[in-house]
């Protein structure tokens, strides 16, 4: 198995050194697409690459939208355009909410258009199908976060006070401008609270460099997930045509793109699938940096979206007990952002997330988003667990549709 675990980390380190960083919706990106495709053609029964148009700008463009919003906000306001800046700030914090929280498309229709480009590969059973594992990852490189990279032990104060200031700006600036002429005490403060707005600077331009042009080389996040799913393919074919085929479950493995730029790759892709008959299962394998780190996700998308408990538990169960690999089960961690599983959940698959990575700001690996995504990063052991995870997980469903049909 760890040869096979060796094999995908030198595929990864090919592409890369191929195609270098894959911005979401580039042709960098498609070409990998292509690639991936190419790859998997001779093994799969169907494979095909498919198309989708995105805004990548807009997903990290909001922040300085919302550093500019502020300095204005805060010029306004010592104008005496309370409520004009209030409106801003309102304004702001639906746009944080809306595109970062929930990753909704707010902005998405005023950044350019782009071109990404899925994968699909898929291997039917032998029998009708009666069931549907989608493995998944994504093939875009991130963007490197600046802060991150270079401030990692500063980075949640910078993130966490920016965000607090504009809702305190928010907050204060409301309610000057609703009791400005109610209450008498509200012009003593109004001072005040532009001496505070004016401190709070020091905390929101920071935002204006928290994320550079520059992308990853994105081998742990997560280009090695992609070339996982795709080695399951594979491993199913061999054993089909060793005589040990499936029998109801299909198998199929998915490489997005945009997962970078807020799901968009996989929210495309699940808005051209059609309704399913069956069960359809999705394990999404993310950031595969530690094997001592491995958690199956219950929630997504900064824990607006419930993913499967079902199927996290049971991934965490032959993890522990069948292949003995510590492992948790927990939700994603608030401002961490999201995963394809989201996407898949919203479209009502029974859905997790492998993550071999600490999932919060003070554990996450020192390759995430930062230039140190490189091939050496990803971690044998953790790639090796998740083929060793799914192809058990593949061997138990397909049992349980046979005994469904046969009942």
């Known amino acids: 198995m760890n040869n096979r675990a060796q094999k995908i980390i030198a595929s990864t380190a090919q592409l890369i050194h191929r195609f270098g960083p894959r911005p979401p919706a580039s042709s960098e990106s498609r070409e990998t697409a292509d690639a991936l495709a190419d790859e998997i053609r001779h093994d799969a029964d169907s494979t095909r690459v498919e198309d989708f148009h995105a805004h990548p700008g807009a997903f990290l463009g909001w922040i300085r939208v919302l550093v500019l919003f502020y300095v204005a906000g805060v010029a306004l306001f010592w104008m005496g355009y309370s409520t004009i800046t209030a409106f801003l700030m309102v304004f702001s914090l639906f746009v944080l909410v809306g595109e970062f929280f929930l990753y909704w498309e707010v902005l998405d229709p005023f950044y350019p258009r782009r071109k990404g480009r899925n994968l699909e590969a898929s291997l039917n059973p032998e029998g009708e199908v009666r069931g549907?594992?989608?493995?998944?990852?994504?093939?875009?490189?991130?963007?490197?976060?600046?802060?991150?990279?270079?401030?990692?032990?500063?980075?949640?104060?910078?993130?966490?006070?920016?965000?607090?200031?504009?809702?305190?700006?928010?907050?204060?600036?409301?309610?000057?401008?609703?009791?400005?002429?109610?209450?008498?005490?509200?012009?003593?403060?109004?001072?005040?609270?532009?001496?505070?707005?004016?401190?709070?600077?020091?905390?929101?331009?920071?935002?204006?460099?928290?994320?550079?042009?520059?992308?990853?080389?994105?081998?742990?996040?997560n280009l090695a997930s992609s070339l996982v799913a795709l080695d399951i393919i594979k491993s199913v074919a061999r054993r089909r045509d060793e005589g040990n085929g499936l029998k109801h479950l299909k198998v199929t493995a998915v490489s997005w793109d945009?997962?970078?730029?807020?799901?968009?790759g996989s929210r495309?892709?699940?808005?051209?699938?059609?309704?399913?008959?069956?069960?359809?299962?999705?394990?999404?394998?993310?950031?595969?940096?530690?094997?001592?780190?491995?958690?199956?996700?219950?929630?997504?998308?900064?824990?607006s979206v419930t993913l499967s408990k079902d199927l996290a538990k049971r991934c965490h169960y032959l993890l522990e007990q069948k292949l003995g690999r510590p492992?948790?089960?927990?939700?994603?961690?608030?401002?961490?952002?999201?995963?394809?599983?989201?996407?898949?959940?919203?479209?009502?698959?029974?859905?997790?997330?492998?993550?071999?990575?600490?999932?919060?700001?003070?554990?996450?690996?020192?390759?995430?988003?930062?230039?140190?995504?490189?091939?050496?990063?990803?971690?044998?052991?953790a790639v090796e667990a998740s083929l060793e995870l799914t192809e058990l997980l593949i061997e138990e469903l397909d049992e349980e549709l046979m005994q469904l049909q046969a009942t």
């Open 268 to 303: 495309a892709w699940c808005k051209g699938r059609k309704p399913s008959t069956h069960p359809v299962w999705n394990l999404n394998f993310e950031c595969l940096y530690d094997a001592n780190a491995l958690t199956l996700l219950t929630t997504d998308v900064n824990g």
């Open 258 to 264: 945009a997962e970078e730029a807020g799901l968009r």
């Open 132 to 221: 549907e594992l989608i493995l998944s990852g994504h093939h875009d490189s991130a963007p490197i976060f600046t802060l991150l990279d270079r401030y990692p032990r500063l980075y949640p104060f910078l993130v966490n006070s920016g965000i607090a200031s504009i809702g305190i700006m928010s907050l204060l600036s409301g309610l000057h401008s609703y009791g400005l002429n109610r209450w008498d005490f509200m012009e003593i403060l109004t001072p005040y609270f532009s001496v505070l707005f004016t401190i709070q600077l020091l905390f929101v331009l920071p935002l204006w460099f928290f994320a550079s042009r520059k992308h990853t080389p994105g081998a742990g996040d």
């Open 327 to 381: 492992a948790k089960v927990h939700p994603i961690a608030f401002l961490s952002g999201g995963t394809d599983a989201g996407e898949t959940a919203r479209c009502g698959m029974h859905s997790t997330t492998l993550v071999a990575m600490g999932w919060d700001h003070s554990t996450h690996s020192t390759a995430y988003h930062t230039p140190k995504d490189i091939p050496e990063a990803v971690d044998a052991k």
